[in-house]
């Protein structure tokens, strides 16, 4: 069981399976995984945050056994669930985009087909008088890996000189840049991304309290102690002590 000052990780709270982890050499995560989509999937107020990071953190063949398991479990397909989501989301998109994303073919990273998609994003965005362009955009998502999608926006930065989430900040922006942005800052900048996320969960119902111990159990990949930095340079304070502060102490217990 890991610990966060004296917060205890390993456990189930709130319906979020979090007793298993992506480390090597740990326990597959796809059977809690399947839970916890489930889980956000019945909330009254689908909980697509959640979902993105799943999504986006996951390797390709853990998402396989997890909309296996979850099939098995509650008789439903994953995919489906998502895509009759109601009423329709612009996070819905986006996650429909990133599970075709996780079937694409190519194993390893092409530089070329990096650039090329950041200056087609770059297109899809600068001089149009509405938001980016979100057919252009969601080709892209669901037919380049995780990995790919990384590169490029690594590219795009190199290119422009800036993050590609700057140019989702435009006046003209609507929900699905604002959906979009927390999807590459959660896929480039994870440590800033869980560290503000963190904070708004703390702050939040019972129900973000749940998904505050989802997200520092599964720690998709970024080491907990990046986050703990973060945390501390952003909010001027301990992440400990504001976990011990939002949790009574009897929501502690395994």
């Known amino acids: 069981m890991e610990l966060v000052g004296e917060v205890p990780i390993n456990r189930f709270q709130n319906g979020y399976m979090i007793s298993q982890t992506n480390e090597p050499g740990g326990l597959d995560p796809h059977p809690s995984d399947a839970v916890v989509v489930r889980e956000a999937l019945e909330q009254g107020d689908t909980n697509y945050k959640v979902l993105v990071e799943i999504f ?3 390797k390709s063949s853990q998402i396989l056994l997890m909309k296996q ?3 098995a479990r509650f008789r439903r397909q994953m995919d489906q669930d998502i895509i009759n989501i109601e009423p329709p989301h612009p996070y819905q998109k986006i996650l429909v985009a990133l599970m075709a994303s996780h079937k694409a073919h190519h194993a390893d990273v092409s530089q070329h087909i990096a650039k090329c998609d950041a200056r ?4 899809a965005g600068v001089g149009r008088s509405g938001g980016i362009e979100e057919a252009a955009v969601l ?4 037919k380049r890996s995780i990995p790919q999608l990384k590169l490029t926006f690594s590219c795009y930065k190199h290119i422009y000189g800036h993050d590609y989430t700057k140019l989702l900040k435009k006046e003209n922006s609507g929900e699905f840049e604002d959906a ?5 800052k959660c896929m480039c900048s994870p ?3 869980y560290a503000k996320t963190l904070h708004s969960s703390i702050k939040g119902s019972a129900t ?5 111990a989802w997200m520092m159990a599964s720690r998709a990949g970024v080491d907990v102690d990046e986050i703990v930095r973060v945390f501390r340079k952003k909010y001027g304070m301990e992440l400990r002590e504001a976990i011990c502060e939002s949790i009574p102490s009897v929501d502690l217990r395994d």
């Open 120 to 123: 087609r994003l770059y297109e």
């Open 139 to 142: 080709e892209i998502l669901s």
């Open 69 to 71: 398991d979850y099939g």
């Open 208 to 212: 973000d309290k749940g998904a505050l």
């Open 180 to 184: 979009f942005k927390s999807v590459v």
């Open 56 to 58: 986006v953190w996951r």
């Open 191 to 193: 440590a800033k991304y």
